[in-house]
C-alpha cells in the first residue's frame, strides 16, 4: 500500500490545464511558473502532481522525498521510474536516454498507486 512522506515542494505554481484526473502524475514546466501533465515518454520533469487544481488555479508539486505516483505499466521495487506519454509512471528504457524521476519503493502493475523515492536519481539520468 503506497505510503507517502516528508515532501519538498515548491510554492507559487499554477496549473496550466486541469489535474483533476492528474493526481499523482508526473509534471513539467510549460511557462513561467505554469505547469502541465508530462506529455512524452522520459520526459524532463519538474515533480508529481500532488492535488486535483483547476485550470489556472495554485498546485501543489512535489519535487523531493516519498510519493505517491501512478503506474503505466509493470514495475518493480528499485527500478527507476520516469513519466510517460500521458504523465502516469513507467520503468526507464534498456534502449533509449530517459530522464530518470524516482525510484520505485513498491511493486506494481498498471493503473496501480505506488510509493516512489522523488528526487532519489540524478535528474539527467541516461538509460543505454
Do not use: W
Request: charged share 10%; hydrophobic share 45%.
Amino acid at each position: 500500500m503506497a505510503q507517502e512522506g516528508e515532501l519538498n515542494h515548491i510554492p507559487g505554481l499554477v496549473a496550466g490545464e486541469a489535474f483533476t484526473s492528474k493526481q499523482f502524475y508526473f509534471c513539467y514546466l510549460s511557462a513561467a511558473n505554469t505547469v502541465v501533465g508530462a506529455t512524452a515518454t522520459g520526459q524532463k520533469c519538474l515533480g508529481i502532481i500532488q492535488d486535483k487544481a483547476a485550470s489556472g488555479d495554485a498546485t501543489d508539486i512535489a519535487v523531493c522525498g516519498r510519493s505517491k505516483v501512478v503506474l503505466s505499466s509493470v514495475a518493480t521495487y528499485g527500478n527507476t521510474l520516469v513519466a510517460s506519454a500521458n504523465g502516469t509512471a513507467c520503468t526507464a528504457s534498456a534502449t533509449a536516454t530517459h530522464y530518470g524521476m524516482a525510484i520505485a519503493l513498491e511493486s506494481g502493475v498498471s493503473g496501480d498507486i505506488i510509493a516512489c523515492a522523488l528526487g532519489a536519481v540524478p535528474p539527467l539520468t541516461g538509460v543505454s
